[in-house]
């Protein structure tokens, strides 16, 4: 019995560990506003979303040298490689010291 009860908790904590989404991505952002996210790789196919420079735009891979697979609002498509660049820092305002 007690090893029927080990062998249940042992499968159950392997069925856990491989339910876990560990693809890792990471966060990019289009050069431009209006670029155009497509259902397949290939600029005939649907067009899924319209990207803006403030979207949050995640790479989850290189598809060939032209596409990129991304994932952007949990929608995921196809981006035209040459239009993500890496994520740039938003511009901190300094507030000045007041005497």
């Known amino acids: 019995m007690k090893k029927l009860v080990l062998?249940?908790?042992l499968f159950a904590q392997l069925g856990f560990a491989m339910a876990d989404n560990k693809t890792p991505t990471?966060?990019?952002?289009v050069?431009?506003?209006n670029v155009k996210m497509f259902q397949q790789a290939g600029t005939s196919t649907p067009i899924i979303e319209t990207i803006t420079i403030a979207d949050r735009v995640e790479l989850i891979r290189k598809w060939n040298n032209h596409w990129a697979l991304v994932k952007v609002n949990d929608k995921v498509g196809y981006v035209l490689f040459s239009e993500l660049t890496n994520l740039k820092s938003q511009p901190q305002s300094r507030a000045l010291a007041t005497r």
């Open 31 to 33: 050069r431009n506003n």
């Open 7 to 9: 062998s249940l908790v």
């Open 26 to 29: 990471m966060a990019v952002q």
